[in-house]
Every structure is written in C-alpha cells, then in structure tokens.
C-alpha cells in the first residue's frame, strides 16, 4: 500500500483529517499557471485511483471530472455530497489558479499551497467534517 492508500485507511479508522494550506490566488505567467494545474491534475488522477483502491470495500468512491471550457483548464473532485474545483482561468499572458470548495464562499479567491497540499484537500473531503476556505 502506498502512503497515500494508508492515510485513507487510518481516516476511516477514525484519524482527523488534515486541513489543506492555501494562499491568495494570484494572476501569473500562463506558462508556470498551466503548468501548475498539469501537475496537480495529474497527481489527482494518481490520488483518486488510490484513494478509490481502499473506499470501494466501503461502497462510496471519489468522482474525478475534467469541467474545462474556453479559456480555463479545469477538474473537480468529489466524494459523497462533497466537491472542490482546481480552475486555472487565462486572461492574455497571464492565467490564475484558484481552489473552489462546494458550499463555501469564493470572496477571496484562494489557491492549494503547494501540489503536496492536494492529499489535504482530499483527505478533507473524505471526512465528514467542512473544509475551511482559508
């Protein structure tokens, strides 16, 4: 089993989950905003299909859908009543990414702190408790 895989079965066994880090999203290249949305889009993939390895014994899995349209790249991840969104929107020479959360309010637009941040966000949305926008 992957560490990944572990932190699942140790959130079901009843372990807090972890509150993801993000930070204010920002406009940057769209080069290094692109890339950035390729890297954790992938590791999503990655990730659900780890996490689904453990939670289809339990029923209920993550959903991972590509939701891109003219001008952005995006995904959302889901699992029961939960779901965030990871959209990188391009303006010209400039692209913003930004972390969208189901239920919670998009006044000030916020970004998963690193790519590492992204086992947070779905360790978060497996447990049954809110995760926090800030």
């Known amino acids: 089993m992957t560490p990944f895989m572990l932190a699942v079965q140790s959130l079901l066994d009843g372990e807090d989950a972890p509150v993801p880090a993000t930070e204010p999203a920002a406009p940057r290249s769209v080069a290094v905003a692109t890339d950035e949305q390729v890297i954790i889009r992938s590791l999503a993939e990655q990730l659900v299909c780890e996490a689904n390895a453990i939670l289809r014994e339990h029923g209920q899995v993550f959903s991972l859908v590509d939701d891109s349209a003219d001008g952005?790249?995006?995904?959302?991840?889901?699992?029961?009543?939960?779901?965030?969104?990871?959209r990188t929107a391009m303006s010209g020479r400039e692209a913003t990414v930004q972390l969208s959360i189901a239920g919670e309010p998009d006044d000030?637009?916020?970004?998963?702190?690193?790519?590492e941040e992204l086992r947070s966000l779905l360790l978060s949305l497996l447990s049954a408790n809110p995760v926090p926008a800030h």
Do not use: H, N
């Not at 952005?72 to 990871?86: K, N, P, Q, Y």
């Open 108 to 115: 000030a637009p916020r970004r998963l702190a690193g790519d």
């Open 72 to 86: 952005e790249l995006a995904f959302t991840v889901g699992f029961a009543d939960r779901s965030a969104r990871i």
